[in-house]
């Protein structure tokens, strides 16, 4: 997944993730923001309880400081304690516990559905003009798929984090079925939609 960094916080913990040993992981949490926004110090209100370990794998510095980062995750975590930033460290650090990754039951016939699902979902986002393309060959195991079809979903902040507390990857991809049932009615229905409706009146979102 490729990640932006131009905060200075955000600098400052890639600076230090870089200057580790080689043989270190350069991995970092990811949070997401329940309540707040992203850009600015203390400007998250509330952060959700369980989040996903990411590795940077390739890293380019830009002209202005910042970097252009791909990151792949790793695994999830549940935070016991947030440590607020100090003279030492501008960014926000945490006390955390890892959760473990479990298949659970059903997991391969659920990982058969969700795939015919978002092979569906995709077909239908092209029809409405939104590139989105399945993958030619799917994760072998049903644990992968439910985080990769996961990542893929346009779906909002409290449905992915949802899909990312769930138990194991079977509660996962059920979740990710009843999502892609739900987001598949909805394309379905916009493609009944004629455009001449929305091209001929002004649009208000207020």
Known sequence: MPLRVFEDRYR??????LALPADEPRAFGVLGIELGH????????????VGCVVEITDVQRDEEGGFDLVVTGTGRFQVREL????SAHAYLRA???????????GADELCERAIR???LYCERLNGIGVVAEPPEEFPAK?????????????VDQSDKQALLE????????????DLLRRENRVLSSLRLLPAG??????????
Do not use: K, W
Request: with cysteine.
């Open 117 to 119: 699902l978002f092979s």
């Open 197 to 206: 409706r929305f091209l001929r009146h002004e649009v208000n979102l207020n």
């Open 83 to 86: 440590l607020p930033p100090d």
């Open 166 to 177: 769930a138990e194991h990857a079977a509660a996962r991809l059920e979740l990710v079925c």
């Open 142 to 154: 049903a644990l992968q798929v439910s985080y990769s079809v996961s990542g893929a979903m346009i």
């Open 12 to 17: 400052e913990l890639v600076e230090d993730l």
């Open 38 to 49: 992203e850009v600015g110090e203390l400007s998250a209100d509330q952060l959700s309880a």
């Open 95 to 105: 006390v955390t516990d890892p959760l473990p990754d479990e298949v659970g039951a």
